[in-house]
């Protein structure tokens, strides 16, 4: 996602702004779960392992092959009159009927993306946004009120985020309902819980921390962060699920194959309601030393159990954490001097 509105790398004191990469990240992810949250049936989403400039993402129904491409864009500036004004250059750009801009405001005073979106077909570029001579990629300038009552020529492409899925035009649309959720899928349930982190913990980075995501994905350290100045890591196995039991127990199982406990190594547990459509406010962030010593289980998983009752105290009470901090809470072990006892 390239953008060559006003640079943010200026942070004036006491408030909070990303670089344009981390914006730029932020944002993808943000839009990642706005799809997950909007189409309850199964999801594909594809992500380029290199930056091409032709797509940032390619998603379909699963075993549909609908495909449809996206270009992101985005900004945190207004411009006066409430104005969303952005540049951006299209190297790779070959438009088509299944290509899409993304046009996204982030407000930094609520750290989201907010409505409207724009989104705007391809083969309708040079109509809504105007073209930049004098350079050797296409070069375009996208301008437009937030107003719901704006009449420029972008306007008819305002959309709330939450609808970018239901728009795609796919041949089976998931059925209306009054709140969102989240695919059961456990596939997909786990790629909702990945990418709401990483999302948390660039919006809560200094700037000297490297997050790294493992490819191929199974050895259950989905994480890797680095802190630039010291050298220092900490990985995490994140989990999660949204479906709420009678009982009102969730539960975690990690393999025993491929766990190998080391005092910087965390598993994170999380619980998002899909009934009600929110996060469970507890988190638990446990150390993988400890993990290891309380989870049940001898066979080929180690078993996380616990009560959503807050009331109830148990052997994992301790490990928990308000979920708005998890990503903070984890960052800070970068700071930390992990000392091993002997064996």
Request: with cysteine; glycine share 6%; proline share 8%.
């Amino acid at each position: 996602m390239a953008s060559h509105s006003r640079r943010l790398t200026e942070r004036p004191a006491g408030s909070w702004r990303p670089t344009d990469a981390e914006l730029g990240w932020i944002i993808e992810n943000r839009i990642d779960e706005a799809y997950v949250l909007s189409w309850p049936g199964q999801l594909e989403t594809w992500v380029p392992v290199h930056d091409t400039g032709g797509y940032d993402r390619a998603r379909a129904p699963v075993g549909s092959y609908d495909f449809r491409l996206d270009q992101i864009k985005g900004t945190a500036s207004l411009r006066s009159g409430n104005q969303v004004h952005l540049s951006f250059d299209t190297p790779a750009l070959h438009p088509r009927k299944n290509l899409h801009f993304t046009i996204v405001y982030f407000d930094l005073a609520t750290r989201g993306p907010a409505d409207p979106a724009w989104k705007v077909p391809s083969l309708d570029l040079d109509r809504i946004c105007t073209p930049v001579p004098g350079h050797r990629d296409p070069r375009w300038v996208f301008a437009a009120s937030r107003s719901g009552l704006a009449r420029d020529r972008a306007s008819k492409y305002q959309i709330a985020i939450r609808d970018l899925a239901g728009s795609n035009g796919w041949s089976v649309l998931p059925p209306k309902a009054a709140l969102p959720g989240v695919s059961a899928q456990p596939l997909e349930a786990n790629a909702f819980f990945k990418r709401v982190f990483d999302a948390a913990f660039l919006q809560a980075a200094t700037g000297d921390e490297v997050l790294m995501a493992a490819q191929p994905d199974v050895f259950g350290r989905h994480r890797l962060a680095f802190s630039k100045s010291t050298g220092a890591w900490a990985s995490i196995a994140i989990h999660g699920g949204t479906a709420t039991p009678a009982t009102e127990l969730i539960q975690a199982n990690i393999h025993v194959a491929t766990f190998v406990p080391h005092p910087r190594h965390f598993i994170l547990v999380q619980h998002y309601d899909g009934r009600a459509a929110q996060w469970y406010p507890w988190s638990w962030l446990i150390p993988s030393t400890d993990f290891v010593k309380l989870a049940a289980g001898k066979g080929a998983y180690l078993l996380f159990t616990t009560t959503l009752n807050p009331h109830r105290a148990n052997r994992w009470t301790p490990f928990r954490i308000p979920t708005s901090d998890v990503a903070k809470a984890f960052q800070a072990t970068l700071e930390r001097r992990i000392v091993r006892t002997a064996a």
